[in-house]
């Protein structure tokens, strides 16, 4: 079959894969290539077991692979081949250097405009995907400008907002799509192919169009105040702890104002997930290179409140369980960062299990998608830690199980077995509020939940 147009993206992954496939599914008359350097990754999406979990992808991938949608690991014959390339590539934390711990490291997304460079042979738009930091379209310029030969790139930014776990969702009916460019002619005239491309699906006046720094602003901004929203509601659950008052009364109560608005107010251990935290970073690294202190620190307090909310959890643990923990067995429900995703990078988990750990616990892990990640992650780490695909096992012989997951299935188990199973005085940390608090009560738990009254069968 001849295809219209030929869609690239480089870099297989949570980003780059599902939003392709939408992409394949709504544009059969677009031939959609994925390319990536680790082969592993290729093989597993042509196999029958694709690489992420995400509710309907697999689904959507058994659809269109090898009609419009081919997965490869020739980078070079893909750039060649291409109209339009999404660059998806993983932008993480910097982990050593100038900006070590704040920036993002961009070698990867570097790597791929080289490779660009090096391989096209025709004029190509060029989509930033990957989260970035404000003005890299800039930098991405001048290296495609860096290249004789009068091939023209034209650089655009379209944000990515999808959440893990709703991926699917957030692609056929998103609440909205973002696309940056130069307000230029030329840029005007790649904006319009990529607002063609999403408009086969999505209403026009969803599509939103914005100069290029904007698009790149606000998907940090958008991060930022999601997350700023959690810290806002934790910060006050901590205050609910000692004033008698409940989080989720105040969460209804305050979200009911339709100026707030009810959504991402649970308070919970804190966030997870590959971008908050690193965005929000990201954020607080440009402010401050643009010497903006004040606004760095405003931002950075989001983070800083993050970490505190992550240790008062395990700080709740060791105090109710009258001040040591050592040799206790102590079973973690769930370890992805959120439910419906084996994902666990910044995963509140991973501080919860070493707080744990130093304390001399025994952690036995649980989760229905997580422990191959969670294994990856903990590696290294002592004896001290067991993994269980049974909740039920897992809580054998514990004396206190920490809910860290809000996990559906986890609503719906039998507690009274699971507490005849472990040590007495048994205790659950709910560090999601998603059990039944006053049931667990009733079978005999000490109950501690986030921002609420414990509810204890001490004097
Ligand atoms: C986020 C953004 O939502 C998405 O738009 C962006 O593209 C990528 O980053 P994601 O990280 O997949 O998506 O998950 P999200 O649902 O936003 O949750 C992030 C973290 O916040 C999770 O750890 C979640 O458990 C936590 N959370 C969320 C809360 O603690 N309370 C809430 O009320 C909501
Ligand atoms: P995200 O959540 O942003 O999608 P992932 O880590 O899931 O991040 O995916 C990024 C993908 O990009 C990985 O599969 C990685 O192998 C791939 N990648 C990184 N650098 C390159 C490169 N230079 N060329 C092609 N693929 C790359």
Redesign the pocket.
Known sequence: MEFKKNILCIGAGYVGGPTMAAIALKCPELRVEIVDINAERIRQWNSGDIPIFEPGLAEIVNQVRGKNLFFSTEIAEGIKKADIIFVSVNTPTKTFGEGAGMASDLQHWENTAHAIVAHSQGDKIIVEKSTLPVRTAEAMERILKARRGGIRFEVLSNP??????SAVMDLLEPDRVLIGAHRTPEGLAAEKELVDIYAHWIPREKIITTNLWSAELSKLV??AF?AQ??SS?NAISALCEKADADISEIAYAIGSDSRIGSK???A?I???????QKDILNLVYICKSYGLTEVADYWELVVKMNEYQKRRFVQGIVRAMFNTIAGKKIALFGFA??ANTGDTRES?AFQVTRDLLEEHAYVAITDPQALGNAKQDLQGTNGRVSYESDPYKAAEDAYAIAVIT?WEEYRHLDFERIYRSMKKPAFIFDGRNILDHGKLYEIGFNVYPIGKKALTHFE
């Open positions: 990515e907002f999808l959440a893990e776990g958008a991060n999601l929203r959690i509601v991402f107010l649970n919970s804190g966030f997870g997930g590959s971008c908050f960062f959120k509140p809000e």
